[in-house]
């Protein structure tokens, strides 16, 4: 039935049919349709992908050179020993005369090389080289020899370790400051001089090594049923660099007690040999590490031959990297916290104190700021800790002047030299004004009543306290946290900031530049205050960078 013969209001036929504008012999066909050809000889379709050939000896397109890889691929581990490479001396470099070495003479003295650059010894460069304590993006390469600068805090830190030899006591701290501040160098400095005092150094050259997975590692059950990691291989890494540093001195002392070993080991065996054993055999490296510690961590017995026990200096850069999880998984394939791993376990006893050294010792971390990652709890407590050395820094200068005022009679007798004199970088700048600010007010004092009045202020920055809402690692928390100390003052683990060079330093250094042939100018005040300001007031690897590397 059409549709056009329906009626479109009640859809009925009509009564009288429609007619139709076209003649009844025209065929109608459709507008539109999807059925194939019904043709004859249907034509035929193009093959898909077909190409046309070119001719010979008439096309343009020539044929790729296929070259064929002749080249001797790298053999493992050569690419990180290459990018690990360190270069020591330029010989393009010219000599720097009168150039003095740092010496065993020269530490007990160091105040006096102040601002000045000594040279490093042979044996203290053979040292520091086998404990992989230069870095190569260092500017070692640019001199003749290494040669470092005799900063503010290496003459204090100087002066701590020989505090720490006569005292058998314990120095910690942490190692903190910008990127290129010189904390990895005054790090070096401190092993160096260790070297040449005559202590055992042990050195982590890079904690990021020891927590990305890069190493093998086993689990293992502790006595408190816990379970812990150890890296074998890594392990056998540090002894040999511990034996090759210091090789003179462990072969002049021996085993005090028989070792728990799975090999039979001679009795008076000396620790050179010892350490040899577990560099040599990874399967022994672990054992043999912890009976190296007891034995460096047993009192001295000066009385008898081998027995005696040196002070220990300890030290690790990269902290950031063992107080966070680590890449490793444990057997449910949840993430290994670093503190679980044996090695950087033992450093962090040490650095928090629950590991006590007998004989004395410093044990000296070191911060990353070139390339750290995100560490909120780590970061929170080096500010607050370092404000907490601030504080008491302050309040040993305002004691000093406070001893003065029973011998007043009047308020023009109270001597300020110490506050006029105080350098820039000592403190922060916060504290730096409070103490402008508590010097004008002692000028100004009518009486030596209000003298005492103004120098009884102490504490004038107040410590941070942690974010409740957020989470805090534990374990990072327990190392960095303050303590009760031995006359029951809460103190924490000291945070010393590095910051920049004084311009004397920056004088000291800039002429040292200029005598090797890297700074071809000469050095004038104008230009040293010049290099000190675009360095950010005096970073040391920003004056290295404007001075020497901007030639290149």
Known sequence: MSSSTLCLRCLKRSLVPLESSLPPTAVQRAAFSTSPSLAVNPPKKKAVGAKPTARSGKSLKLAKNTRTATARPPAPGERKALRKRVVLSNTNALEVHGLQDLSKDSV??????????????????????ALEAFKPNQGWSLFRRPATLVRKETVELAEMMSNVKETQKVDRRVLAGEKGSGKSVLQLQAMTMAYLQGWIVMHFPEAKEMTIAHEAYQPVKLEDGTTGYIQPQYTAHLLSNFAKANHGLLNNLRLSKEPKLPVPVQSNITLLRFVELGATDAELAWPVWQALWAELLAPSQPSKEGLHRPPIFVSLDGLEFIMRDSAYLSAEAQPVHAHDLLLARDFVNLLSGSTNLPNGGTVLAASSAGNRPSVPTLDFFLNRNHLEACNKTYNAIVDR????????????????????????????????????????????????????RLLSHRNPAALQEWNPYLPIDSRVAETMKPSAGDKGAVVGTPVQKLA?????????????????????????????????????????????????????
């Open 108 to 129: 007990s003295k160091l105040r006096e090389y102040e601002g000045r650059v000594l040279g490093l010894s042979n044996d203290s460069v053979d040292a520091l080289r």
């Open 401 to 452: 002047l406070a001893q003065q005022i029973p011998k007043l009679k009047n308020p023009a007798e109270l001597d300020l030299t110490e506050l006029e004199n105080l350098p820039p970088n000592t403190l922060p700048q916060f504290f730096l004004s409070r103490l402008d600010d508590l010097k004008t007010r002692l000028r100004s004092a009518k009486d030596v009543a209000q003298l005492s």
């Open 500 to 552: 920049g060079l004084s311009k004397a330093e920056a004088r000291g250094i800039m002429e040292y530049y200029a005598q090797s042939g890297m700074l071809r100018q000469t050095v004038t005040e104008g230009l040293v205050s010049e290099r000190w300001s675009l360095s950010g007031e005096g970073v040391v690897g920003e004056l290295e960078k404007g001075s020497v590397r901007a030639r290149f």
